[in-house]
């Protein structure tokens, strides 16, 4: 069973800084892709930003030059750097790998549970 465990979010005033986590857990073999996703309330879920295990990045136009993402190939993990964040930064943000490779075959589109980030003054 593969599973990917977020962590980091919370509330911060406006031009603060957050940093995500996520953790993916199981026999795995390798992951590609992984991505982090946000979803506002009333708002269809968005890519933030994704990273290939070769450490090519694509980010949404709304978070480029303020949000970094990197991984740990060797932990599994993934991670997000939010810096200058702002009130339209608030959602629930996910952490997404579109394929997993584990000991018992592929597994597609895994999701982690969900962390809040709030950016509020």
């Known amino acids: 069973q593969v599973q990917l465990v977020e962590s980091g979010g919370g509330s911060v005033q406006p031009g603060g800084s957050l940093r995500l986590s996520c953790a993916a857990s199981g026999i795995i073999f390798s992951i590609n892709v992984m991505g982090w996703y946000r979803q506002a309330p009333g708002e269809q879920r968005e890519l933030v930003a994704s990273?290939?295990?070769?450490?090519?990045?694509n980010y949404a136009d709304s978070v480029k030059g303020r949000f970094t993402i990197s991984r740990d190939n060797a932990k599994d993990t993934v991670y997000l750097q939010m810096n200058s964040l702002k009130p339209e930064d608030t959602a629930v943000y996910y952490c997404?790998?579109?394929?997993?490779?584990?000991?018992?075959?592929?597994?597609?589109?895994?999701w982690g549970q969900g962390t809040q980030v709030t950016v509020s003054s």
């Open positions: 990273i290939t295990r070769d450490g090519s990045t």
């Open positions: 997404n790998a579109p394929v997993v490779a584990t000991a018992r075959g592929l597994r597609r589109d895994v």
